[in-house]
C-alpha cells in the first residue's frame, strides 16, 4: 500500500510502482500506469482539493489472472453527472474517467464516491507467475 497527499509526494513513488507493475506483467504495465495516473490525479485534486493534509491511498493487489488497483481518498466524493463526448477528451478538465475506461478492463467507484477499483486482466503469456 502506498499513501501520499500530492503530486510531488506521488511523484517519489512513481518509479517504485511503474517497476512493480512492469515486473508483474511488462505488456499490460503502461496502459494500466497511465489509468492510475489519472486515478491518482483525480484523488489529488477533485478529491482531496489539493489539501496536503488528506492522504490518498493506493493499493495494488494481484491475482494470476488480473491486477486491481484501489484509489482511495479523503474528500466528500464524486457523483458523475453527465457522459462526455469524443470532442471533450480533447479538453484537460473532465476525461478522467473516459481515459480510465480506455486503459482498463473495467473500474468501479464506491456509493461515496471517494474510492476507485481499477481492474486490468492480464495475459499468461506476458506475465511472470506470482
Known sequence: MYSFSSLAEFA??????????IQDCEEDALRLFIAINEG???AIFHGNKKDVTKKVQLIIEKSPDE????????????VETKTSDAMELWNE??????????YVDSYWRNAKGNEITLVKKISPT???PF
Do not use: A, P, S
Not at 478538465?93 to 480506455?102: A, C, E
Open 12 to 21: 517519489t513513488l512513481r518509479d517504485t510502482i511503474r517497476k512493480e507493475l
Open 40 to 42: 491518482v490525479n483525480n
Open 67 to 78: 491486477i486491481q488497483v484501489i484509489i482511495r481518498d479523503e474528500g466528500d466524493g464524486f
Open 93 to 102: 478538465d473532465g476525461r478522467g474517467l473516459d481515459l480510465i475506461g480506455l
Open 126 to 128: 506476458y506475465c511472470k
